[in-house]
């Protein structure tokens, strides 16, 4: 019989490519989301479970419901780097008490294997690029801390309750499937793609790099863009290490190679076959110069490797913000 997996914030951006990836595989999936950035839509062939994380009945009641959940994949957070530092008690609340009160709903049901979405900001500004595991954890912003605390929160479940973890640190996620069906419906749009996209439909009234003088071949910063369908795939090979037996641990999750912001915008004129200018700002306090993957941890221990690059990542953006402008209807 298939495995169960509840997907909470699967109504998401990369949840709901995660949950489409699961069905392919042949997984059976439940989804938790309280659609405050979701959207149902996301979403087709499985349960939607509207809840809130911050609420302890609405998790017990998923784990009574579906007492034959292997495996949780947890997504639902709160994900801007800005708004964390204007509102930082929202962060803590929702990215680390939600994550407390999932574990403490998985314990009660006896359900003891976690993927959870951590972040490459747990890093800060990296001392060596490629960025291996054993950087030094010094996120720069609270968006970054309580994704760590989140991550020492499951290390302390694991060490009392059992409870096995993967610590997944994405880099830039980004793309849509390439079916054209979900993409990133994220409003306000606050990544380099969506924001570029949203200013070619007229939806913005200029796209600022900031700043081109950094010590960069071109000038602008570097970035290791993933495309959100190998993070899907990614998540189903962490639940199977999980069940396979594997202890908890962490893996950065990139192509492990960095573009520049003029790299995308020039590949995006190529794609789109528009031409168009952008603007030049300063430089943003805090943003790294150069930050990419060093994924060979998550190759060799996990079995997965990236299939898809920059080009990809583009043309399916382009290919989903041109067609749903306005993201999902509901
Ligand atoms: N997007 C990125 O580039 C990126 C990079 C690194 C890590 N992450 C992590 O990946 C995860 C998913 O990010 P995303 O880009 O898909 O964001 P998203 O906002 O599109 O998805 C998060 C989902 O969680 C739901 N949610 C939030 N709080 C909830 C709560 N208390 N109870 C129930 N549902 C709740 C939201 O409605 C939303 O559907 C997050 O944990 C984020 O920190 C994202």
């Known amino acids: 019989m298939a495995r169960k997996v509840l997907v909470t914030g699967g109504c998401g951006y990369i949840g709901s490519h995660t949950v489409a990836?699961?069905?392919?595989?042949?997984?059976?999936?439940?989804?938790?989301?309280?659609?405050?950035?979701?959207?149902?839509?996301?979403v087709t062939g499985a349960p939607v479970i509207v809840g809130d994380l911050l609420i302890p009945a609405d998790v017990q009641a998923v784990f009574r419901a579906h007492p034959?959940?292997?495996?949780?994949?947890?997504?639902?957070?709160?994900?801007?780097?800005?708004?964390?530092?204007?509102?930082?008690?929202?962060?803590?609340?929702n990215n680390v008490q939600g994550c407390v009160n999932l574990l403490d709903g998985m314990d009660a049901?006896?359900?003891?294997?976690?993927?959870?979405?951590?972040?490459?900001?747990?890093?800060?500004?990296?001392?060596?690029?490629?960025?291996?595991?054993?950087?030094?954890?010094?996120?720069?912003?609270?968006?970054?801390?309580?994704?760590?605390?989140?991550?020492?929160?499951?290390?302390?479940?694991?060490?009392i309750k059992g409870i096995r973890h993967t610590a997944l640190r994405y880099f830039n996620a980004s793309g849509s499937s390439f079916d054209g069906r979900i993409g990133d419906a994220y409003k306000p749009a606050s990544r380099l793609v969506p924001r570029l996209i949203e200013y070619l439909l007229g939806q913005r009234t200029d796209f600022?790099?900031?700043?081109?003088d950094y010590p960069t071949p071109d000038g602008t910063c570097i970035r290791d863009y993933i495309h959100v369908d190998d993070l899907a795939t990614s998540h189903i090979a962490a639940l199977n290490y999980?069940?396979?037996?594997?202890?908890?641990?962490?893996?950065?999750?990139?192509?492990?190679?960095?573009?520049?912001?003029?790299?995308?915008?020039?590949?995006?004129?190529?794609?789109t076959g528009l031409d168009f200018k952008v603007?030049?700002?300063?430089?943003?306090?805090?943003?790294?110069?150069?930050?990419?993957?060093?994924?060979?941890?998550?190759?060799?221990?996990?079995?997965?490797?990236?299939?898809?690059?920059?080009?990809?990542?583009?043309?399916?953006d382009w290919q989903w913000h041109s067609t749903h402008p306005h993201g999902f209807d509901d």
């Open 21 to 42: 990836e699961l069905q392919r595989q042949g997984y059976d999936v439940v989804v938790f989301d309280n659609l405050v950035k979701g959207h149902h839509a996301a």
């Open 68 to 93: 034959d959940i292997s495996g949780v994949i947890h997504f639902a957070a709160y994900i801007e780097v800005g708004e964390s530092m204007e509102q930082p008690g929202k962060y803590f609340q």
């Open 109 to 159: 049901a006896g359900v003891r294997h976690l993927v959870f979405s951590s972040t490459c900001a747990v890093y800060g500004t990296p001392q060596h690029v490629p960025v291996t595991e054993q950087e030094s954890l010094k996120p720069e912003s609270v968006y970054g801390v309580s994704k760590l605390m989140a991550e020492q929160v499951l290390g302390w479940y694991d060490r």
């Open 208 to 212: 600022v790099i900031y700043g081109d």
């Open 242 to 271: 999980l069940w396979g037996g594997g202890e908890s641990m962490a893996f950065n999750l990139g192509t492990g190679a960095g573009s520049s912001n003029k790299e995308i915008v020039q590949m995006v004129r190529e794609i």
């Open 279 to 316: 603007a030049v700002g300063q430089r943003r306090p805090g943003d790294a110069t150069r930050i990419w993957a060093d994924n060979s941890r998550a190759r060799q221990v996990l079995g997965w490797s990236p299939r898809y690059g920059l080009r990809e990542i583009l043309e399916t």
